[in-house]
């Protein structure tokens, strides 16, 4: 995450977990960047990444996806994973952070 | 009774014992291990070859337990974890590429080009941050140049 603030981009982390919950997984992992909580899923209904009913206990929560936004918000590169499994690689994010002037 | 302990080995089928722990392997080591590097995550070719092992160990366990001097207990045995591997095999395909797949379209999701809509959230201090906030606050002491946002399903 280190390699996103060295080119000026904040990584930003959000899930349906309470502060506290995050809290805890940054002490541990040792994660410095911001984790913001939504537990009403209230952004993330908003960005439409609501997965129903697929907490443990049944709760909404988000599927994964990654918006990397320009300082005027606009959304510059996105990846809505089609499986759980795939993910973004920091590269292509990089790539694309350094198309941002 | 070095001999008879011999005997014992060479009765042992370990080919077919070996195939049915490395089919366990093969569906335990996704979520445990590969899926912390990118390259064995993406696609998961390390457990699939993984798997390709445990059938060709299999493949001689099967054919040593069915030989004919062989007893029928041993022939179950091979019955049984073979169809137990082949689960484990089954799991893991449905797991990564059909359960994977179960997700929400995301249609109305934000576009290239558009602007992210805003929102307050509370951080781990239980101090509301908002995504203006986020923008606008410098990175390492200098003006942000973007935000990433990372949505993930949580621990719940």
């Known amino acids: 995450m280190d390699q996103f603030t060295a080119v000026g981009i904040r990584p930003v982390a959000i899930s ?18 911001t984790f913001l909580s939504d537990p009403k899923v209230e952004a993330i209904r908003r960005y439409d990444l609501v997965h129903a009913g ?16 320009d300082s005027s918000g606009a959304v510059r590169w996105v990846n809505l994973t089609e499986n759980l499994w795939v993910r973004a690689r920091p590269g292509q994010i990089l790539e694309a952070a350094k198309a941002i002037q | 009774m070095l001999l008879y302990s011999l005997m014992k080995i060479q009765k042992f089928n370990w080919p077919l014992w070996l195939g049915f722990l490395v089919s366990v392997f093969a569906l335990m080591s996704y ?3 590969f899926v912390r590097w990118p390259l064995t ?6 457990n699939l070859l993984l798997f390709g092992l445990a059938a060709v160990f299999l ?10 001097d ?29 359960v994977g797949r179960w997700l929400p379209a995301a249609h109305g999701a934000p576009h290239i080009g558009q602007k992210a809509p805003d929102f307050v959230l509370a951080d781990t201090n239980n101090k509301p941050v908002s995504l203006a906030e986020l923008l606008s606050s410098p990175v390492n002491g200098k003006p942000a140049k973007g935000v990433l946002l990372i949505f993930y399903r949580g621990y719940w």
């Open chain 2, 59 to 68: 493949f001689f366990g099967a054919r040593r337990a069915f030989a004919p």
């Open chain 2, 70 to 98: 062989r007893r029928r207990r041993s022939k179950m045995a091979a019955a049984f974890l073979t169809t137990l591997s082949a689960l484990s095999l089954s799991v893991f395909v449905f797991s990564f590429f059909v």
């Open chain 1, 16 to 33: 349906v977990d309470a502060p506290e919950v995050s809290r805890d997984l940054c002490q541990k992992a040792g994660y410095t960047f």
């Open chain 2, 31 to 33: 979520p445990f291990v």
């Open chain 1, 54 to 69: 697929q907490g443990i206990n049944g709760q909404d929560i988000a599927r994964p996806a990654e918006f990397l936004l």
């Open chain 2, 41 to 46: 995550r993406d696609f998961p070719w390390a």
